[in-house]
Structures are given as C-alpha cells and as structure tokens.
Nanobody, 115 residues
Framework: VELVESGGGLVQPGGSLRLSCAAS????????MGWYRQAPGKERELVAR???????TYGDSVKGRFSISGDNAKIEVYLQMNSLKPEDTAVYYC??????????WGQGTQVTVSS
C-alpha cells in the first residue's frame, strides 16, 4: 500500500493550497483517512480526518480555514487550505488506517507559508 501526497509548495500568508493524497491498491475506502502535519521541533498533529461514521474532525488551529474531502471511487483525499498562516508551515502527511493499531503514512509534502 502506498499513499502519495502532492500539492505542497511555497505560498504567501493569506493564500491557499490544495493537497491531494492518492492511495494505491489495498485501500478500499476513504473513511478513516486524514491529514497530519509536523513542524520542525514539534510533534506530529492531526489536521483533519474523514471519520468512519461520515463526520469530519479538524484540529483546533485549522477550523474554519481548512476543509477535507475525498473521492471514494478514486480513493483520493484532499485538503483545501485557505487563509494560510506562517504557523501552518510544516510537512503534511496523508494517513490511512491499516487494521487494528496499524496505520499507513505517505512520504509527506512540504508546505511553507512565508512572504
């Protein structure tokens, strides 16, 4: 199973980016998939997740600015990021449940918010 992120880059404060995560064979639903991020010197934190019950969960710092969505036919998950701030700078990782306590992780995509 492979998760491949794309869409990261350099953006000015207040700008927008859209991240995509494509899953290879072996993942059959986007339910439970989500996005995490890790800034230098900080722990990895939840950004947004598509919960198994159809609801969504967002980290407090991104509520109202970021939106997670997905395409279950393609097994792709997206993260629309608006009103970006310098503190959003981090490596963003796609995540998917793998059964039991295990998880799949993508290789990460860098998002840098700077003027």
């Amino acid at each position: 199973v492979e998760l491949v992120e794309s869409g990261g880059g350099l953006v000015q404060p207040g700008g927008s980016l859209r991240l995509s995560c494509a899953a290879s064979s072996g993942i059959f639903t986007i339910n439970g998939m989500g996005w995490y991020r890790q800034a230098p010197g900080k722990e990895r934190e939840l950004v947004a997740r598509l919960n198994r019950d159809g609801t969504t969960t967002y980290g407090d710092s991104v509520k109202g600015r970021f939106s997670i969505s997905g395409d279950n036919a393609k097994i792709e998950v997206y993260l629309q990021m608006n009103s970006l701030k310098p503190e959003d700078t981090a490596v963003y990782y796609c995540n998917a449940p793998a059964g039991g306590p295990f998880e799949y992780w993508g290789q990460g995509t860098q998002v840098t918010v700077s003027s």
